[in-house]
Structures are given as structure tokens and as C-alpha cells.
């Protein structure tokens, strides 16, 4: 009777495991989908509302275990409108032939902790952004961390380029059909031009600061992104981080600043 019951409770822990496992495989395919986009913040938080509603189940706080199930019932109606372009997604991966055998590397969890450092090329940055403010042209640059920003690049025109002095001036040249927009720097090189971004609506903002300013500040609210921007009107170089903008630099602040920021992340993830 003890040796079927110790067979049976092995079985039990098993299937567990593999319960485990496979849920969690799902969960990370799902966060490779979404990654670099504004739907990690609503995934991460539908994530942490489940958690804490099985730790109020577990403690048997009866009034807050009912409304945090009657949210988890409701939301996942509204996961599913949320999440319906990456569900299709996902969908589509599963179905594909050889998926697995065509992207190994997807399975290796350990890849979702040990991040690359973010580096960056700011002396090319730095010179461009000093030129156009002496011949004032408007510029805006788009600098991504951990969200990669991928449905704004999306909108743009994608160049996939290494960052130069050359290539940012020829962008945002006054004649230049994609002057207009952002460009989006990824992993250390320009990924698109002539990107849309979401405008701030901070009633707060000084009335002479153009959309350039006001797409820097949306973006920096919205994700961990960093903007620099260069005004047409008057030169000026201004640097936005967390919906915060930094006025009227010169090009030497403008790489303090940059220098400050992207070491700051590097001994982060060195330290993670």
C-alpha cells in the first residue's frame, strides 16, 4: 500500500514539473512576442495581479480573494482584445513547420537573464547633434533601452545602418525626405527614420516648444527610452529622459550626459 502511495505522489510531482515547465515555455515564447513593446508593462502587471491574488487565496483573506477573482475572470476577456495582435502571432509561431528546430536558441531561458550590456556609439551622435545645431536643423533621436520600440519603427523607414556622423546629417537634412520624425537607435545602430511617436499631453509644457519636443517628451513617459532633440528654430540641443526635459546644451553636456546614462546601464545589468 506505501509503495503504490510513494508511486503515485512521484507520478503527482512529474506531472508537475512538467506542468511547470511547459507553462513556462508558453510564458516565454509569449514575452519573446511582446518584448521591446508597451504590452510588456500590461503583460508584467497581469503577471503581478495573479500573484498577489494566489497569495491573498493562500492566506484565506475571503473579501479581497473575490474581487481580485472577479478581475481575473473579467480581464481575461480583455487580455485577449489587448493581446489579440501578438495572440495571432504566437499562433502563427506555433503552426510553423520545424519552429523549434529553426530557433534552438528560444528555449535557452538563462538568455532572458543575462541580457547584453546596452553600448552605444555617442561620439558620432554627439558631432551630428553639435552641426545641425550651428546650421539649425531640426532633429530628433531616439535612443532605446530594455523596450526596443519595435511598433514605432515600424511606422518608419527601416535602414538598419551603423551609426555616423554622415548618415544622422543626411537623415534630418532640411531637403531629405525623411528629415520629418524620429530616428530610432537600437543595439547600437540607427534602426529607422521618419518614425511617429506619441505627442505629450502635458498641459505643462512651454508653449514655444514645438512637436519635436513634445514626441521626446511622449516616448520618455511611455518606455525607458532617451531623446535628443534639436530645435529648428533656434538650434538649441535639448536631451529628455522619463518625460523630463534638459534645455539649451552644448554638445560637450549632451556627451556627459550620454556617457553618465549608458554606464549607469551597463553596470546595472553587470551587477543583475
Not at 504590452?39 to 491573498?56: D, E, P, Q, T
Not at 495582435?85 to 538568455?111: A, D, Q, S, V
Request: glycine share 6%; hydrophobic share 50%; with cysteine.
Amino acid at each position: 500500500m506505501s509503495l503504490l502511495f510513494l508511486n503515485d505522489l512521484f507520478k503527482i510531482q512529474l506531472m508537475d514539473v512538467m506542468d511547470i515547465l511547459l507553462v513556462a515555455i508558453l510564458l516565454y515564447q509569449f514575452y519573446r512576442l511582446i518584448k521591446g513593446t508597451n504590452a510588456i508593462n500590461i503583460f508584467l502587471g497581469i503577471i503581478s495581479v495573479y500573484i498577489i491574488y494566489k497569495i491573498v487565496k493562500a492566506l484565506h483573506m475571503e473579501l479581497l480573494g473575490e474581487i481580485l477573482s472577479a478581475f481575473i475572470s473579467v480581464g481575461f476577456i480583455a487580455l485577449i482584445v489587448v493581446f489579440q495582435p501578438e495572440i495571432r502571432k504566437f499562433l502563427f509561431l506555433l503552426g510553423t513547420p520545424n519552429f523549434i528546430n529553426n530557433k534552438p536558441k528560444r528555449f535557452f531561458f538563462w538568455r532572458l537573464l543575462l541580457a547584453d550590456p546596452i553600448t552605444l556609439d555617442i561620439g558620432p551622435i554627439v558631432e551630428s547633434c553639435g552641426k545641425m545645431s550651428a546650421t539649425m536643423t531640426g532633429a530628433l533621436i531616439i535612443i532605446t533601452k530594455k523596450h526596443e520600440l519595435k511598433q514605432y519603427i515600424e511606422t518608419g523607414e527601416l535602414i538598419d545602418s551603423k551609426i555616423t556622423d554622415i548618415m544622422l546629417q543626411n537623415i534630418f537634412f532640411k531637403n531629405s525626405p525623411l528629415h520629418d520624425g524620429a530616428v530610432i537607435i537600437t543595439e547600437n545602430r540607427i534602426q529607422a527614420a521618419r518614425c511617429i511617436l506619441p505627442v505629450s499631453g502635458n498641459q505643462d509644457i512651454p508653449v514655444q516648444l514645438g512637436t519635436r519636443h513634445r514626441a521626446a517628451i511622449g516616448i520618455t513617459e511611455q518606455t525607458d527610452a532617451i531623446a535628443i532633440v534639436v530645435s529648428e528654430q533656434t538650434g538649441a540641443i535639448s536631451f529628455c529622459k522619463a518625460g523630463q526635459l534638459k534645455l539649451h546644451l552644448k554638445a560637450v553636456e549632451l556627451q556627459t550626459l550620454l556617457e553618465e546614462e549608458f554606464a549607469k546601464e551597463q553596470v546595472k545589468q553587470k551587477n543583475n
